[in-house]
């Protein structure tokens, strides 16, 4: 018999104390808005309870461009309120998680007469609208200059040469791994969470929601848990809440499949990002440098479908090569992918035919005659904020009673000042091993911190037993996808290292042989997917 873990009896103990505590609010939904939501409730004290169907940061929160940032595509709409806010809240991630968040420089290439000035006025738009918080300066760059910044960026474009081009600053981070920080900050403030643990419905005391009923997703339990406030943050899975409460709800959500290819890091070997301002379909494109890797994307294509792991459109796929193509020097095939992913977005609905190009990213709260908080919309750079709204939300609706937001200073778990300097034996920021931040030297001493398992990635035995112990991670795909970024660097890598981190699982979350192997099948079942054939 496998020995039964400490983690295992954890949990075990978490979801049978669940029924008899009695909570302010319940928040359903592990993403990037829930989890915001769940640490700005528990920092002003409320009993504060998270529920995660599947796993933290499993759908739309793990599959962003890893880019914190303004939108200076908004800035070129005219949406200068949004991009205030986005750029306010850009300097304060960067400094409440300073092992999460870093700046990163972005190259606009300019090929035509007038892209230079006209690029360049915006983006001095830009800085002054994130005023003390911003960033770095932006700056015009000569031909040469360009090259040495982006030495891959190509000399022509559409038979126009290169001229030069503007360098700007926005941040860069991680997204699961800023999830997982968040979940823990949750803990840390005395609120829990709990991943796999699905809402099957809603209850009622009178005419008014007074709870949830869940059902665990890894075992047979069911139960009926008491809250005087639900907030339902579910991405673009709201709609299927709110008719758990009022089957007649007219759906609020348009969701949109942004799609991101991995490429070698050779694609872009310096330290600066190439952002393409206008595509042919009048979108953004983004080359970016990440853990040692090349991201491009993202596409914006409307869907009605809402899966939990949507595939990307070959279309897509040929879309982003194909632009790509035009800007760097190296051509870029379907056979250097080295992962593909897509994620949906929980745009919120204009009208019913709208394209979700033209609609808004700015967040929506509503809340419903019987008490229920719906939540979408918003983007990762702006979850703070989110979450302050919506919890101001409730207590405006007198469903909490007033307490002050605390998350403007609030430093996330992990946060420290020693990142990258001399003699602190710390890694510089942007490197897998910084997101750990103060938990690094807790990560270290575990058995098999030197057993690389995807050197890509930089995951080792330790990284894996830490996940399991500390981070939540029930599954192999937890630890591939979202506690360690394998699968989304390299799909490859990420399948062939599936059985070694099954079976330190097994170890440390008390598997059977058959438990281990239904793993790693359930891994290569979503693995697949990541990768073009």
Known sequence: MPKTSVDTANRAALLASLPDSDWDIVVIGG??????????????????LLVEAADFAKGTSSRATKLVHGGVRYLAQGNVALVREALHERGLLARNAPHLAWPLGFVVPAYGLFDQPFYGAGLKLYDMLAGSMNLAPSRWLSKRQTLEHVCTLS????????????????????????????????????????????VTGLTRQGSRISGVTVQDAQGDAAFALKARCVINATGVWVDAVRRMDDADATGIVAPSQGV????????????????????????????VPWNGHTIVGTTDTPRNDLPLEPRAEARDVDFILQTAARYLSRKPTRADVTSVWAGLRPLVKA????????LSREHTIAVSPSGLVTVTGGKWTTYRRMAQDVV???????????????????????????????????????????????????????????????????LTQAHVRYAARHEMARSTEDVLARRNRALFLDAAAARQAAPEVARLLAEELGWDDARQASDVAAFESVAVQYRLD
Do not use: W
């Open 155 to 198: 000399t022509t474009m559409n038979g126009r040469s290169l001229r030069g081009g503007v360098l700007y600053y926005d941040g860069q981070f991680d997204d699961a791994r800023l999830a997982i920080a968040l979940m823990r900050t949750l803990q840390d403030l005395g609120g829990t969470a709990a991943n796999y643990l699905r």
């Open 31 to 48: 993403g990037a808005t829930g989890l915001g939501t769940a640490v700005d409730a528990a920092a002003r004290g409320y009993r504060t």
């Open 351 to 358: 009208s019913a035919d709208a394209s979700t190009r033209s």
């Open 260 to 287: 991101h290819l991995t490429l070698p890091r050779d694609f872009l070997p310096g330290r600066e990002a190439i952002l393409v301002p206008k595509t042919d379909d009048g979108r953004v494109l983004f080359v």
């Open 392 to 458: 101001n939300t409730a207590v405006s609706h007198q469903l909490l009673t007033p307490a002050p937001c605390k998350t403007e200073t609030l430093a996330l778990h992990g946060a420290t000042d020693l990142l990258g300097k001399p003699g602190s034996g710390m890694p510089a920021p942007g490197t897998p091993d910084a997101y750990y931040g103060s938990d690094l030297p807790a990560l270290r001493a575990l058995p098999g911190i030197d057993r690389m398992l995807v050197a890509g990635s930089g």
